[in-house]
């Protein structure tokens, strides 16, 4: 049996092999990693813990806030605001940006999150997740909105927890991506892939396939097609999967491939898509084109595009590269 690397050793040998990761980073990744433990903790309990249900209140999205979605903000919030490594912070569930208060010294990265993905998931058990993605700060005094507003190309780091029937890691840092797996008896999380390559066909996709009647031609055909099967346009049937958890969609697709789909659609003409920008497409964006993969909002590459607002949304073609490709070229040459 190989030895067991748990995650700090990972992110130690990354640091001295490559200097990939300067120590400021690797603290803030190890708390991140430490909070996404304490989550699945409150996760796990369930009913049996306070933990289930909504609140009364709204979060910025006009999304009723679940009493999992707080907890997580909060913890995230609490983990990471005292270590010196951060300057602000933003959430998913947070109008404005969280600037590390004046009490602890401020850092040069920018931690981004959604504290918990799916969260419409909790009450019938199925896998949920945390997403997060870390920037730089701009050179210069304070920090503001503005500094959060780089394109997803500039992250230096980024990952989810997912909270499912293991408790698992998923990391890049700009030199492929790895998984750890929760060891609950060591409490410790444990490198169980390293070089996640995502196949560059699938036959399989992903996407809510009740909101049909609303997509828009580039997507109905290449859906028409897969579902035509071997004896359509593509030659061979098709699988599909919906979780509506996009923390366990990716992470089938990082697992076996896939396409994964969230486009624009005529409901609500003026959104670009359902999905954010800042917290959600572009560190699965970056994750997915590690692992050799590819993600556009249909036209172009997500990870190129200029954010103009900390909570915009996008349209998320995300996946096996071939596919991604073919969708791609279906709205910009159809
Ligand atoms: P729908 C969860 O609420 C989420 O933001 C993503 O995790 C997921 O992929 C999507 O929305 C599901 O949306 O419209 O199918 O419920």
């Not at 049996?48 to 999304?63: A, R, W």
């Amino acid at each position: 049996m190989p030895p067991k690397i748990s995650l700090s050793r990972y992110l130690v040998e990354q640091q001295r092999m490559d200097g990939h990761i300067p120590a400021e980073l690797r603290l803030l990744l190890e708390v991140v990693a430490r909070a996404s433990k304490s989550i699945s903790q409150s996760v796990n309990k369930g009913a049996l813990g306070d933990v289930m249900g909504g609140t009364e209140s709204e979060n910025v999205q006009g999304e009723v806030q679940k009493k999992l979605d707080i907890i997580a903000n909060e913890v995230l919030i609490e983990a990471n605001e005292w270590g010196g490594h951060l300057a602000a912070m933003a959430s998913e569930e947070m109008e404005g940006i969280y600037v590390v208060p004046n009490r602890y010294p401020q850092g040069e990265f920018l931690l981004l999150f959604d504290p918990l993905d799916g969260s419409s998931n909790i009450d019938v058990n199925v896998s949920i997740g945390t997403i997060f993605s870390v920037l730089k700060k701009p050179e210069g005094a304070g920090v503001s909105e503005q500094d959060f507003l780089q394109p997803g190309c500039k992250q230096v780091a980024a990952g989810y927890c997912v909270y499912g029937p293991q408790t698992t890691l998923v990391l890049t840092v700009g030199d492929g991506v790895a998984m750890f797996t929760l060891d609950r008896e060591q409490g410790s999380f444990v490198l169980t892939q390293e070089n996640v390559k995502i196949p560059e066909d699938t036959k399989e996709f992903a996407i809510n396939m009740s909101n049909m009647r609303h997509w828009d031609t580039p997507v109905k055909r290449y859906v028409d097609e897969c579902l035509a099967g071997v004896e359509g346009p593509r030659g061979k049937d098709f699988n599909m999967r919906w979780v509506a958890s996009m923390v366990a969609d990716v992470h089938r697709i990082l697992t076996r491939g896939g396409v994964f789909l969230y486009p624009w659609d005529k409901r609500e003409p003026n959104k670009p898509g359902k999905l954010r920008l800042m917290y959600e497409a572009n560190p699965m964006s970056w994750l997915v084109e590690q692992a050799g993969g590819a993600a556009t909002n249909g036209r172009e590459r997500i990870l190129d595009i200029q954010p103009t607002k900390l909570h915009e949304r996008v349209s998320v073609i995300l996946g096996s590269k071939n596919e991604v490709e073919r969708i791609t070229h279906y709205h910009t040459k159809p």
